[in-house]
């Protein structure tokens, strides 16, 4: 079956770094364009970053443009973010998801926590 898991979650200072990754299988992983999403408690889930499945354009969130980074390598089935410059208002549980035009899985996802 699909599986998707995040690691790379942790506590970090404010003005800090951290890195996330996610590992798939279970499906044809080049076929699929890949997201990080993030939902903090009490708000809606919402859409961090984003690489195409062919071109390998990206789109980010207006808060983390220019701080966020992410990147995938279809031959280890892995999706990244490199997240730097953080803050305290990143805090909250980052998901990778993987979506093709019919279909989108979720991991189980990775808390952020930024924090002094």
């Known amino acids: 079956q699909v599986q998707l898991v995040e690691s790379g979650g942790g506590l970090v200072q404010p003005g800090g770094s951290l890195g996330l990754s996610c590992s798939v299988s279970?499906?044809?992983?080049?076929?699929?364009?890949m997201s990080w999403y993030r939902q903090a408690p009490g708000k809606e889930r919402e859409m961090v970053a984003s690489i195409d499945r062919f071109t390998g354009n990206t789109r980010y969130l207006d808060s983390v443009k220019g701080r966020f980074a992410i990147s995938r390598d279809n031959a280890k089935n892995t999706v990244f973010l490199q997240m730097n410059s953080l803050k305290p208002e990143d805090t909250a549980k980052y998901y990778c998801?993987?979506?093709?035009?019919?279909?989108?899985?979720w991991g189980q996802g990775t808390q952020v926590t930024v924090s002094s």
């Open positions: 998801s993987a979506a093709d035009i019919r279909t989108r899985y």
């Open positions: 279970g499906l044809t992983f080049s076929l699929f364009a």
